[in-house]
């Protein structure tokens, strides 16, 4: 692990370089000098690169794994990104990225332990430390844990069973609430909340989600036992986001749209050129399992005037594979000109749109399979229903985080109820066992992550199965979002995991587990196990 480092003349144009990967945490040329630096400053730099690194790297990452992903036409050198042979090299920022990030965290959380007047900031960055860590253990299962985040003294740390750490992190989550429950003497945090501007109650339904979501996917593997506790503060009922100011300036545009659409410049995004619509994920919308015209027409470009967006099956490299717009992305902005598109509605609003850390959708979808698993008291269909209204309700969101005019989701909601009425994914009342119900949410939950959060449909197919898919020879590009040049040896063709980064072999050999391999190796709570 890194050792927590700083260069204090940074700090100034830490508004400037929040999506840089050089932080001014890691950057001190003499590590024997530490430089104090306030968790005022801390807290919303370490805020901001969870974000960039959620909203790129993991979503890159899982929506090439979950289908939401295909390979644009006109474009070569895709090697593992189609096979899924994926190496000690492949994904790597995932790993060093989420590690850097818990740095900051950590040092938050050992500048104010046992200071009174900075509990808040204890609080949140303890919180913040639960939602990374359980990134890393839903990619790659036993990660350094207890004698990581530890400078010199842990420069290689052993490695934490998997299952003991989710333990551990629900733990950290209840200390969390009970440090903001019982501050004396806090310190607000102001400016330095980008994410809920220092409303706690917000931090602690964060908080109670976060936890609620480890009780789930541990659900059934030894992790917990009896039911969980929570504070009366309850879950998330809206969306989390960070915005630290983004805007349309180089540097500071929001991570999701500098990705897949354009520069400040308005110069076009690589990568929301060479990444276009499975025809997989658009048949959850064109009427082939569901119609879904409310949310399809601000994802996909051109989908409002009935015009599917260029699409493919991943791994076709043929002359067959559609190439992007000329002119602009696959998904949905209200101008066609780059340098013009802000502004608008659905998954690309504009270069100062919020990031997601938690959608609204995916708070009460969970709440509603811990309803069906006897672990929260309510009603899962009402949860279900809410879920849905609150998907519709961030996409309708404008770049200013407010319902835009014209779009109204509760009415969106109850047609697109009304028009799938016949399907058992839509009606919860025709979703008979509890298996059924659980098919509908997870399905829910997938098309409300839809270009938002690629990272946790993948991990939510690899815990459920759903939404469901066929993998009968020869494969159809509408029943399975499978590559047709996998090269995976599982019954799925699908991979097992991501492996371990070449310097953990390096740097740590002591410790990095033996025999993981792409195909054959799950994290704990993954059902192929």
């Not at 101008?335 to 749109?353: D, E, H, I, M, R």
Request: aromatic fraction near 14%.
């Amino acid at each position: 692990m890194k050792r927590i480092r700083s260069q204090i003349y940074l700090l100034l144009l830490l508004l400037s370089t929040f999506t840089s990967c050089k932080k001014y945490l890691d950057v001190n040329e003499n590590p024997n000098s530490a430089t104090e630096v306030s968790p005022n400053l801390v807290l919303p730099q370490a805020l901001v690169y969870t974000a960039s690194t959620l909203g790129v790297s993991f979503h890159d990452y899982g929506s090439w794994q979950a289908g939401y992903f295909a390979n644009a036409g006109g474009f070569g050198g895709w090697g593992a990104t189609i096979t899924y042979d994926y190496t000690t090299g492949s994904f790597t920022g995932l790993w060093s990225s989420t590690y850097d990030n818990l740095e900051d965290y950590e040092y938050i959380l050992t500048t104010t332990d046992n200071n009174d007047t900075l509990a808040y900031f204890n609080a949140v960055a303890r919180i913040m430390k639960a939602f990374n860590f359980q990134l890393l253990v839903d990619e790659y299962n036993d990660v350094p844990y207890s004698e990581a985040l530890k400078g010199e003294g842990g420069l290689t740390p052993a490695y934490d069973n998997a299952k003991d750490i989710y333990a551990s992190l629900a733990n950290q989550l209840d200390q969390a609430v009970a440090t903001i429950n019982n501050a004396k003497f806090p310190n607000a945090l102001g400016t330095a909340d980008v994410v809920f501007g220092g409303n706690m109650t917000s931090w602690k339904k964060f908080a109670n989600t976060l936890k609620l979501k480890l009780w789930i996917r541990a659900f059934g593997e030894g992790v917990f036992t009896g039911t969980p506790t929570f504070t009366n503060d309850g879950f998330l009922t809206d969306d989390a986001l960070v915005n630290p100011g983004y805007a349309k300036q180089a540097g500071q545009q929001n991570p999701l749209w500098n990705t897949y659409h354009s520069s400040a410049t308005g110069a076009q995004a690589g990568s929301g050129r060479s990444r276009i619509p499975s025809y997989w994920i658009v048949t959850f919308y064109d009427g082939t399992k569901l119609e879904d015209f409310g949310r399809g027409d601000v994802i996909f470009r051109g989908f409002k005037n009935g015009v599917y967006p260029p699409r493919n099956q991943l791994g076709n490299t043929t002359s067959s594979a559609q190439a992007a717009p000329s002119d602009n992305t696959s998904w949905y902005t209200e101008a066609v000109n780059y340098a013009n598109s802000t502004n608008s509605v659905g998954v690309l609003k504009g270069p100062s749109q919020g990031q997601p850390l938690i959608l609204g959708a995916e708070s009460y979808l969970l709440q509603a399979e811990a309803v069906l698993k006897g672990l929260i008291p309510g009603n899962a269909k009402t949860l279900f229903e809410q879920g849905i209204t609150a998907s519709f309700n961030y996409l309708y969101k404008g770049v200013d985080g407010k319902l835009a005019t014209g779009y109204n989701p509760v009415t969106a909601a109850a047609d697109y109820l009304a028009i799938n009425s016949a399907s058992k994914l839509a009606n919860f009342d025709l979703a008979v066992t509890d298996e059924e119900k659980l098919e509908a949410i997870i399905t829910q939950k997938y098309i409300a992550f839809n270009m938002i959060d690629g990272r946790e449909a993948w991990a939510e197919f690899r815990r459920t199965g759903y939404p469901r898919i066929s993998n009968a020879l020869p494969l159809n590009q509408y029943a399975t979002f499978v590559s047709t040049v996998s090269s995976a040896t599982t019954t799925d063709k699908l991979p097992g995991r991501i492996l371990y980064p070449t310097n953990e072999f390096q740097l740590n050999p002591e410790f990095v587990p033996d025999g993981i391999t792409v195909f054959g190796s799950y994290v704990f709570w993954d059902r192929r196990n």
